[in-house]
């Protein structure tokens, strides 16, 4: 497997050539795990790599890795390993993240997943079951806020601050995976929040709705009333659109930077020196804080060690429809999740990193294809940027279910050169990549069925799978190039 390297706002491999990258979220939130949730073995990766894919999010949490305190979870640790060989066997790129959400599981009281009850102060708040979604436990959740604080002011547990031994678990992490051919990098922790200061940000929240739905030319007031008396909920819901969503969040901006600047961004770099000390190799996914999941703007600067910029960093943006989570997450509105990610296109270009989306999606029922037209609307998006993407989440029998044809579809994998466009018409049933280089070289790209390749372009088929898929190799020389795949079944 190739190293992957950063050039500006693209991945680059040792050829120069720029890599994309897709794949799944495959996540384990379970509590006192003696070994890792979903059994990834031959015939998963056999599937995984016949259907394009070439990436993980592997979602894993502080409480099954370090159960007490520098207790490393050593049967849990060797099922990892055993995922990370197939993954190196079938050429898939793993991102290690140390997931949270809540902060912690509250040993099964809550409905989070994270730190360890040995990790979690609370000050005597009791977690409690969410009354209709679980991420109201940020909005109202006292337990989640001060277990926050407690983190982001490092105060000691057994005798240690709480980011000291955060930063412990990853250097064993870093120790353990740092020589693996399958490792892209590292993913510190999933959607941070700001604790108690949200309180304030969710106050200001509510009075900029407010006076949006009272005031903005840009919200639909009548069709708010009109939806209401006629219970039409996909109107009221798109009566919001995204080109108001900016207006309302950008009153949160202020609020948001200041825990980017003067806790998140400590917080990098501090796990990434940690990091550094064990190995040079991996990136390190700069992630977003939970309420930027909607449009807020990210404040964080570059990632930086002993005063120097980290060469190996990248953005992973996280975005879901304000309807995530709930069953009207069939209504979710595309112009709006596309709003929120231009948002993150915006740091991106300021950071000058690359990107690997790092969840989107997030449909409960995999097998629900209702809302496969508003996720279309987000892959195009993607291509549109160049960046990759890892879809939430996997369900364990994902690889048979309809989701595959939402997924599984033609994409640049290696190209050896500047990339201008590529994209996917469906009705056509063409793949077109447009690129240009200044030298000769071999690109590869992913076609997801049946195909024959126009303007006599030299192509080789590298590997070929039994639905008609196939990963094909495509020689050129200097200049501009437009590659199209028309597909015949």
Same mark, same amino acid.
């Given at each position: 497997?190739?190293k992957?390297?950063?050039e500006?706002?693209?991945?680059?491999?040792?050829? !120069?050539?720029?890599?994309?990258?897709? !794949?799944?979220?495959?996540? #384990?939130?379970?509590?006192?795990?003696?070994?890792?949730?979903?059994?990834?073995?031959?015939?998963?990766?056999? &599937?995984?790599r016949?259907?394009?894919?070439?990436?993980?999010?592997?979602?894993?949490?502080?409480?099954?890795?370090?159960?007490?305190?520098?207790k490393y979870?050593?049967?849990?640790?060797?099922?990892?390993?055993?995922? =990370?060989?197939?993954?190196?066997k079938?050429?898939?790129y793993?991102?290690?993240?140390?997931?949270?959400?809540?902060?912690?599981?509250?040993?099964?009281?809550?409905?989070?997943?994270?730190?360890?009850?040995?990790?979690?102060?609370?000050?005597?708040?009791?977690? &409690?079951?969410?009354?209709?979604?679980?991420?109201?436990?940020?909005?109202?959740? %006292?337990?989640?806020?001060?277990?926050?604080?407690?983190?982001?002011?490092?105060?000691?547990?057994?005798?240690?601050?709480?980011?000291?031994?955060?930063?412990?678990?990853?250097?064993?992490?870093?120790?353990?995976?740092?020589?693996?051919?399958?490792?892209?990098?590292?993913?510190?922790?999933?959607?941070?929040?700001?604790?108690?200061?949200?309180?304030?940000?969710?106050?200001?929240?509510?009075?900029?709705?407010?006076?949006?739905?009272?005031?903005?030319?840009?919200?639909?007031?009548?069709?708010?009333?009109?939806?209401?008396?006629?219970? #039409?909920?996909? !109107?009221?819901?798109?009566?919001?659109?995204?080109?108001?969503?900016?207006?309302?969040m950008?009153?949160?901006?202020?609020?948001?930077?200041?825990?980017?600047l %003067?806790?998140?961004?400590? =917080?990098?770099?501090?796990?990434?020196?940690?990091?550094?000390?064990?190995?040079?190799?991996?990136?390190?996914?700069?992630?977003?804080?939970?309420?930027?999941?909607?449009?807020v703007?990210?404040?964080?600067?570059?990632?930086t060690?002993?005063?120097?910029?980290?060469?190996?960093?990248?953005?992973g943006?996280?975005?879901?429809?304000?309807?995530? #989570?709930?069953?009207?997450? %069939?209504?979710?509105?595309?112009?709006?999740?596309?709003?929120?990610?231009?948002?993150?296109?915006?740091?991106?270009?300021r950071?000058?990193?690359?990107?690997?989306?790092?969840?989107?999606?997030?449909?409960?029922?995999?097998?629900?294809?209702s809302?496969?037209?508003?996720?279309?609307?987000?892959?195009?998006?993607? #291509?549109?940027?160049?960046?990759?993407?890892?879809?939430?989440?996997?369900?364990?029998?994902?690889?048979?279910?309809?989701?595959?044809?939402?997924?599984?579809?033609?994409?640049?994998?290696a190209?050896?050169?500047?990339?201008?466009?590529?994209?996917?018409?469906?009705?056509?049933?063409?793949?077109?990549?447009?690129?240009?280089?200044?030298?000769?070289?071999?690109?590869?790209i992913?076609?997801?069925?049946? =195909?024959?390749?126009?303007?006599g372009?030299?192509?080789?088929?590298?590997?070929?799978?039994?639905?008609g898929?196939?990963l094909?190799?495509?020689?050129?020389?200097?200049?501009?190039?437009?590659?199209?795949a028309?597909?015949?079944?």
């Amino acid at each position: 497997m190739e190293k992957i390297a950063a050039e500006g706002l693209k991945f680059v491999d040792g050829e !120069g050539r720029v890599r994309l990258f897709n !794949g799944f979220n495959i996540d #384990d939130k379970l509590l006192n795990c003696e070994r890792f949730r979903y059994e990834l073995d031959e015939e998963f990766f056999r &599937k995984y790599r016949a259907y394009g894919l070439n990436f993980i999010r592997l979602a894993v949490t502080w409480q099954n890795l370090e159960p007490q305190p520098e207790k490393y979870n050593e049967s849990y640790l060797r099922s990892i390993d055993g995922i =990370f060989s197939l993954a190196e066997k079938y050429g898939v790129y793993i991102l290690l993240d140390v997931h949270q959400d809540l902060y912690s599981g509250y040993d099964g009281e809550g409905v989070g997943d994270g730190a360890p009850m040995w990790a979690t102060l609370t000050d005597g708040y009791k977690s &409690k079951k969410p009354l209709f979604v679980w991420a109201e436990g940020y909005i109202f959740g %006292k337990w989640v806020h001060r277990a926050f604080d407690h983190f982001w002011n490092n105060d000691p547990v057994f005798g240690m601050g709480l980011q000291d031994r955060y930063a412990r678990l990853w250097q064993m992490l870093a120790s353990r995976y740092c020589d693996s051919p399958a490792l892209f990098g590292f993913d510190l922790m999933n959607e941070p929040f700001p604790g108690s200061d949200a309180k304030k940000m969710m106050l200001r929240l509510v009075r900029s709705v407010l006076a949006a739905v009272l005031f903005s030319r840009k919200i639909k007031r009548g069709r708010i009333l009109k939806s209401l008396i006629t219970r #039409d909920m996909a !109107g009221l819901l798109d009566s919001v659109g995204g080109n108001a969503v900016r207006d309302i969040m950008k009153h949160i901006d202020s609020l948001s930077a200041e825990f980017d600047l %003067k806790k998140y961004s400590p =917080f990098l770099n501090k796990i990434t020196a940690a990091i550094r000390e064990i190995t040079k190799n991996g990136f390190i996914m700069i992630e977003q804080a939970y309420l930027c999941n909607g449009g807020v703007k990210q404040s964080v600067p570059p990632i930086t060690v002993n005063s120097e910029r980290e060469k190996l960093q990248c953005f992973g943006p996280h975005a879901y429809d304000m309807t995530v #989570d709930t069953p009207l997450y %069939k209504y979710a509105n595309a112009d709006r999740v596309k709003a929120f990610f231009s948002e993150m296109r915006r740091t991106q270009l300021r950071l000058d990193v690359p990107v690997v989306v790092g969840e989107w999606g997030g449909c409960s029922d995999n097998k629900d294809t209702s809302w496969f037209p508003h996720a279309l609307e987000l892959l195009d998006f993607f #291509d549109e940027q160049h960046w990759g993407q890892a879809y939430w989440d996997y369900h364990g029998d994902d690889l048979d279910s309809p989701l595959m044809g939402l997924l599984c579809r033609p994409h640049p994998v290696a190209v050896a050169g500047e990339i201008v466009r590529y994209g996917y018409d469906r009705e056509k049933e063409i793949f077109t990549l447009r690129f240009t280089s200044d030298s000769p070289g071999e690109s590869i790209i992913y076609l997801h069925k049946k =195909f024959e390749m126009s303007g006599g372009v030299d192509c080789e088929t590298l590997e070929q799978y039994d639905s008609g898929a196939a990963l094909v190799k495509i020689r050129t020389q200097a200049g501009e190039h437009t590659v199209e795949a028309h597909f015949t079944d």
